[in-house]
């Protein structure tokens, strides 16, 4: 975090659990954001798909991005991977009550959803339950509606159509030229995807396509940490 500090304007990570004073020292290093993803909020369903080391606790999991926000943690993302648990309905409404209570536990920080559609996996994986696009949609919707000033993120697992379409009515943050296979940003096709996508267009095509809605892509956070106490 400090070596990369000085040449990019907002640091953020998705992490893993640590203790309250791991986040506080990375804070103090230029980490600005933290992403937990709970990915089912469904105990007997977490402890299933979680069988070994800290993401075993559903507590520590849960609590988590509390610790990151009560360290100094300036942006909070949650979010649950759909069709990982049977009630995908029950997960939204978990996803929108954690994000209502980060809110106003954490005033001054910004929060942001996510709800990643689960993919097949390259071992085979399939999900228990597939969320039709319709569903989707409506899910995207009532969170938008549900917490109004909260960030909601949309990656390149949905097809580009979708997302254009989400655009207009719910996110407000889209990745974009996206990999999932480890190290396939430097070396691509050396190791197999953790997971398929959907949008392959490059950022400038995503950009391109916010600018024909009538929006204006914002690259960067406007909004950098300030140290009063060297002003």
Do not use: C
């Not at 986040?23 to 600005?32: D, F, K, S, T």
């Not at 909260?150 to 990656?155: D, K, M, Q």
């Not at 391109?208 to 140290?227: N, Q, S, T």
């Amino acid at each position: 975090m400090a070596r990369l500090r000085p040449f990019v304007p907002s640091l953020s990570i998705e992490t893993q659990t640590w203790s309250d004073g791991t986040y506080a020292r990375l804070v103090g290093a230029g980490l600005e954001g933290v992403v937990h993803y709970q990915e089912t909020y469904d105990r007997a369903r977490y402890a299933e798909v979680h069988q070994a080391g800290w993401k075993r606790d559903y507590d520590r999991r849960l609590n988590s991005t509390e610790l990151a926000g009560a360290a100094g943690v300036r942006r909070l993302g949650v979010g649950a991977l759909l069709g990982l648990a049977a009630d995908w309905r029950s997960e939204v409404l978990a996803v929108a009550a954690h994000a209502a209570f980060l809110v106003r536990a954490f005033w001054r920080t910004e929060v942001s959803v996510s709800l990643p559609r689960i993919k097949p996996s390259a071992a085979g994986y399939q999900p228990l339950v597939p969320v039709p696009d319709p569903e989707y949609v409506q899910a995207m919707a009532a969170l938008r509606l549900y917490e109004p000033e909260a960030g909601i993120v949309l990656s390149t697992r949905e097809p580009a159509v979708l997302r254009d379409g989400l655009v207009r009515i719910a996110v407000t943050q889209l990745s974009a030229g996206s990999s999932t296979e480890p190290g396939g940003y430097s070396r691509p096709g050396e190791a197999t995807e953790q997971f398929s996508i959907s949008d392959e267009r490059s950022p400038a095509e995503v950009a391109a396509m916010l600018v024909a809605a009538g929006y204006e892509p914002v690259w960067k956070d406007a909004f950098p940490l300030y140290d009063a106490a060297n002003q």
